[in-house]
C-alpha cells in the first residue's frame, strides 16, 4: 500500500526554477526505486528522471544538467529541482516508486496523481 503526493507544481517564465516534491506512505512494501515522468499533450510519456535507495540516478537526454533529483529514504521522499526551465518543459509531471528498476521503467509501479508544470516563453 503505496500513497503518492506530490507539490509544488506552478506557472514559471522560462529560465525560471521550480522544486517538485513527492512523498511516498508505505505499508509492507520496500520502496527502491523513486522517479518523476511527464506527459505533455501530443508528446509521449517521458521518465524524466530515477533514483535508486543507494543514489545512483539517471536523467533523460532533454534534462541533464538543468534537473536534479534527490531523495529522502527514511521518509521515502523524491524531490526534483527544475532549474533553467523551458516552454517545452511544459507537461504534467507524476511521481512514481517501484520495488525494482523494471516497475518505474516500465510505468508499473505506483504513481501519483500528477502536478502542472507549465513554463511560459
Known amino acids: 500500500q503505496v500513497q503518492l503526493v506530490e507539490s509544488g507544481g506552478g506557472l514559471v517564465q522560462a529560465g525560471e526554477s521550480l522544486r517538485l516534491s513527492c512523498a511516498a506512505s508505505?505499508?509492507?512494501?520496500?520502496?527502491?526505486?523513486m522517479g518523476w515522468y511527464r506527459q505533455a499533450p501530443g508528446k509521449q510519456r517521458e521518465l524524466v528522471a530515477c533514483i535508486s535507495r543507494g543514489g545512483s540516478t539517471t536523467y533523460a537526454d532533454s534534462v541533464k544538467g538543468r534537473f536534479t533529483i534527490s531523495r529522502e529514504n527514511a521518509k521515502n521522499t523524491v524531490v526534483l529541482q527544475m532549474n533553467s526551465l523551458k516552454p517545452e518543459d511544459t507537461a504534467v509531471y507524476y511521481c512514481i516508486s517501484g520495488i525494482t528498476s523494471a516497475q518505474v521503467t516500465s510505468g508499473f509501479g505506483s504513481w501519483g496523481q500528477g502536478t502542472q508544470v507549465t513554463v511560459s516563453s
Open positions: 508505505r505499508s509492507g512494501f520496500s520502496i527502491n526505486v
